[in-house]
């Protein structure tokens, strides 16, 4: 089998796992590239998953770049289409199948039963990043004042990370 | 509540563009601040739904929220455009940051200024969750089930499909039942 191939489908099977986001499958991305298939040693993956969470948008472009140090542009390409489309799909289809259900006078209801899991797990990954952050005085402040301006403000967010940074840049 | 705007298909991806590009260390608050506060695409409540399907299913809820939307407002082309605006600004990023990987780590001054920002930023995802929570107002059986949430991935560090198994039957149940007395009054 192509290295090409075996990239798509080991992250193929990652996506249609991910329940959560890549978080979820961190455990299960790391058996398969590091001890099933080799393409990667521990340090690496450490890294490379790290340098995905530094940058901006959804943490699962991880896969991607792990796919570009495994095999290149035609790499991330395979990496990249195997963890999103999967998923993709399956939105797709349940988007659909919403849409036709749309009538139907349970269908609101159960769907709002969703949603505390949803905004509750957005709390928890704030929380779990503030544990992160916290490491002294100023960024505890920094979290507590940011939170603060982005609940009781409609102002842009931008604000509060702007001044964190310079504020970090000038005592951390 | 205001009036909602339907975006055009230009609009659709430039909106995604802008909350994959800005979307540092909580993409699911921008999505929010974005969708729902900047350009009204959906209501608060629209939206929570939307993103609350995207979380049970396998993927980034943003991500499959994205397909949803985008399939709502235009089709197939909706979709892919939603989706392409989410990730392409990041992707390319991030191979720029793999490429110079070894001189953006050790720029002095860039560390301190990402700590002051990765701390910001996690308040700006918590401010997110509380306002979405004071605006929604969970009935409290529901606030319960969000509480739990927070307490099983924030505290307990339960792997995340647990989370999300256990609890989203117990809020669909909970939230049926509310609607069945409603109706049945």
């Keep these: 089998m192509s290295l090409l191939l075996q990239i798509l489908l080991a992250f193929g099977t990652l996506s249609l796992l991910a329940i959560g986001g890549a978080n979820a499958v961190l455990p299960e991305m790391h058996r398969l590239l590091v001890e099933v298939h080799g393409w990667m040693d521990d340090a690496t993956f ?7 969470q530094a940058a901006p948008g959804p943490n699962i472009l991880a896969a991607s770049v792990m796919g570009w140090h495994i095999a290149g542009p035609a790499g991330l390409a395979a990496a990249t289409i195997g963890m999103l489309l999967p998923a993709a799909l399956l939105a797709w289809a349940v988007a659909g199948l919403t849409h036709r259900l749309s009538g139907a006078a349970w269908l ?6 969703l949603v505390p899991v949803a905004v509750g797990l957005i709390a928890a990954s704030g929380v779990i990043m503030a544990g992160a952050a916290g490491t002294g005085w100023l960024s505890w402040a920094i979290i507590g004042v940011s939170t603060l301006f982005v609940w009781r403000t409609s102002l842009s967010p931008l604000w509060v990370l702007a001044g964190g940074g310079a504020l970090g840049l000038l005592l951390l | 509540m205001s009036e909602t705007i339907t975006p ?7 909106g995604y563009a802008k909350i994959g590009l800005l979307g540092f260390g909580g993409v699911a608050a921008w999505a929010r601040r974005v969708i729902v506060e900047e350009r009204r695409w959906l209501s608060e409540r629209d939206y929570a739904e939307v993103l609350g399907l995207g979380q049970i299913l396998p993927g980034p809820n ?22 392409a605006g989410l990730y392409a600004g990041p992707l390319a990023i991030l191979i720029a940051l793999s490429l110079f990987y070894d001189r953006y780590g050790t720029t002095p001054g860039v560390a301190p200024f990402m700590q002051g920002v990765a701390a910001a930023a996690a308040g700006m995802v918590i401010g997110t969750a509380i306002k979405m929570g004071e605006k929604l107002r969970p009935p409290p059986e529901l606030l319960a089930v ?7 991935a924030a505290v307990l560090r339960l792997p995340l499909p647990v989370v999300v198994v ?6 669909v149940w909970l939230s049926l039942r509310r609607a069945w007395k409603a109706g049945a009054r």
Excluded: D, E, W, Y
Excluded at chain 2, 8 to 14: N, P, R, T, Y
């Design chain 2, 62 to 83: 943003v991500g499959n929220a994205a397909v949803m939307i985008g399939r709502r407002f235009h089709g197939l082309s909706g979709a892919l455009l939603a989706t």
């Design chain 2, 146 to 152: 969000g509480l739990l949430a927070v307490a099983g």
């Design chain 1, 108 to 113: 609101k209801p159960a769907q709002f039963g």
């Design chain 2, 8 to 14: 055009g298909k230009a609009a659709l991806f430039l």
């Design chain 1, 46 to 52: 450490s890294q490379l998953f790290a340098l995905a």
């Design chain 2, 166 to 171: 256990t609890l989203a039957p117990l809020g």
